[in-house]
DNA sequence: ATGTAATTAGTAACCATTACTATTTATGAG
DNA sequence: CTCATAAATAGTAATGGTTACTAATTACAT
């Protein structure tokens, strides 16, 4: 595996960000930074650095997938209204894990969602 | 709403499967039943129950929608090799929401996927 | 310096899902 | 039992997120 700035670029990008990008979104982004980076390029260093389990990513209801960093343990509430994506915390992380009986050894990555009418879509 | 005869076969098709098919299993199945229906009628139905809080769905590795009963708390463990999805039970449903703080009122339905690798893989 | 294999840019293709429209059909009123 | 009407369907075309492909570029070891 070699050294590519246009791979670096991307992970930064979904680290310092703190919304859910689509691919996108972080490929307008990048083209600030590299104005010649295309957007397959994107795709496959997205899919490379899940591999890696460098980030994760999930899919919402605008059938997009979402990438986010991967070493904050939290959850996903979306709204059924508006679409929008918040983070919720995991208090207990170990806890929920023998909740559900996960074995952490040959578990990679736990996705919750949980879908509901938002506080602003409800007043 | 009016009764249509595609629209029950859909609902009794998700119902009574024990895997979790795809728009395009469904839509195989329901041939066999009703050999004029269409794949858009599928689609159109399937969303419908879904609003109907009838069906559930999720997406998974092969990037398709499946859909599954929505009477059953269990969420799904998805094999990153094999691409399979094993249904896991959920003991306690009541004591997951509070350690997620979940609020019952606002939340139509819970997503829970574990990625990994299973155990036929792993040997 | 130079060879080479990994990576990229740019474009074309793929395919799950949705949109569209003419036709069919469930249902209620007379 | 008609008949009007609006909802639902069948069949097809279009959409759009993602992947595949290929010639050109580039990191890196020798």
Redesign the interface.
């Known amino acids: 595996m070699r050294y590519s700035k246009q791979k670096e670029t991307i992970l930064e990008i979904v680290n310092n960000s703190f919304d859910h990008l689509t691919a996108d979104e972080i490929y307008l982004k990048a083209r600030n930074l590299l104005p010649n980076i295309s957007l397959g390029t994107v795709y496959r260093n997205l899919n490379t650095l899940k591999e890696e389990n460098k980030i994760i990513s999930f899919?919402s209801l605008d059938n997009k997938e979402h990438y986010d960093k991967a070493f904050i343990k939290h959850?996903h509430f979306i709204c059924?209204n508006c679409f929008k994506i918040y983070d919720?915390?995991?208090?207990?992380y170990k806890?929920?894990c023998s909740?559900?009986?996960?074995?952490e050894n040959?578990?990679?990555?736990?996705?919750?969602?949980?879908?509901?009418?938002?506080?602003d879509c409800?007043k």
Do not use: E, F, P
């Open positions: 899919n959850y059924n919720r915390k995991i208090n207990d806890k929920l909740m559900l009986n996960i074995d040959n578990t990679n990555y736990i996705d919750i969602k949980v879908y509901g009418i938002c506080n409800s």
